[in-house]
């Protein structure tokens, strides 16, 4: 190949929260080191208003920045603009797209996780996760009168909730929606708003958009999936216009525990000869739809539906492949490269973080793995600091934000906080729910085990999040208290203090 290659004691590869966020702790942990991060994108993500909120909730908006701007800040990382061919962990090397080699004594994988879509290649399927395929989203929306959307995780419930003048077609695999963040509860408190003719004016979004203008568009906008973004920001969809060509302000429609079955395109759904549907009406079924559209969804309940595009929020998936090839990776159930308590992989001197990483340790009984923006950004500052206390030969404490699974987020204009096993995650039936819900205002939901609070579901403004977090941290016995915890004449701090 070319030249020598370029030596580094530290390389990190993804510009997401989770290596940018690496980068800087070892960038200020090592001034006199050069940190080469590895990104396939001219921008990077960076969090900025960082606040926190308690002792393990944080809230930050993610922003993106010109690559230069990071290494301005930083004079000590180099940013290498070109995605990784070939990882050579046994000679401590990585191959760069443009032919290049780095050598390193220490390396992390941040290179983040790709949208799970549907069916691959199909230029009706569009996926969402970056901010790329949700401009490209926002053009298809323009022309379109109907959409059927699948999956149920944050990115469905938002879009579904921003959507005007278009029918949407929700299909979800579960009986209630918003499955990865609430029960069948806050989902009823929640359903109002999704059909409400009236909106509130949303709050001014405060974060600047710097986004990387492509080529010129083709007719058809749609997202390259071998083009990969890093994942959207806590408010991706601020500043996007996403109104379809309908004079209507909202049209939701809910298939309950179904999947896809099968997509047709125009032509082979004629020769199907089947019936489709249209648009049901409150508590009714379509009739059958006499309207030609572009393709047809056929769920697994029978039902088919004719759209201009669907889209695919189903989650996602590692983004592993690039690193595989010669390397003897340990791989979690989920696809993610397995870490153990200190962020290592199976390999020596390779460390993971974000949505890459599946956490094989033993987690503390609160906590469990979510590929979400603040687990990224405290793997990615984790992993630094292991990689610095490793290097130095140090030992390093396991960090105080793996203790309590937390995070809060905006659904629906209100406040959502999660905290511990907030939908009884692995608990079986040894549990007991407590609840207490004022429509339109809040909710507030509690998980019981033995008298101990293990997890919370809060929302609206309920300002109860920190008592919360305190009683599930000190697993202190509630069981006197009975229903009265949730009591609101009781101001239940004054027990606690």
Known sequence: GGGAAARSRFAVVGGGIAGVTCAEKLATDFPSEDIFLMTASPVIKAVTNFKQVSKTLEEFDVEEQPSSLLEKRYPNIKVIQSG????????????TEDGKEYIYEKLC??????????????????GIRDTDSAQAFQKNLAQAERIVVVGNGGIALELVYEIQGCEVIWAIKDKAIGNTFFDAGAAEFLIPKLTAEEREIPIECKRTKYTVEGSQEKERPTAASDKLGSALGPDWHEGLHLKGTKEFSHKVHIEKLCE????????????????????????????PDQVLWPVYVELTNGKIYGCDFIVSATGVVPNVKPFLDGNNFAVGEDGGLKVDEHMHTSLPDVYAAGDICTAAWEPSPVWHQMRLWTQARQMGWYAAKCMAADALGESVDMDFNFELFAHVTKFFNYKVVVLGKYNA????????????????????????????MVGAVLIGETDLEETFENLILNQMDLSAYGEDLLNPDIDIEDYFD
């Open 260 to 287: 896809v079955k099968n997509i047709h395109l125009q032509q082979e759904f004629i020769q199907l000869q089947r019936t489709s549907l249209t648009f049901p009406k409150e508590g009714e079924n379509g009739e």
């Open 109 to 126: 994988l941040c290179a983040g996780a790709k949208p799970k879509l549907i069916f691959e290649g199909n230029p009706y399927v569009l």
């Open 425 to 452: 995650q692995g608990l079986g039936s040894d549990h007991e729910l407590m609840l207490r819900c004022t429509k339109g205002q809040e909710y507030v939901k509690v998980v019981m085990q033995n008298g101990r």
């Open 84 to 95: 990784v061919k070939q990882l050579k962990s046994d000679e401590h090397k990585i191959l």
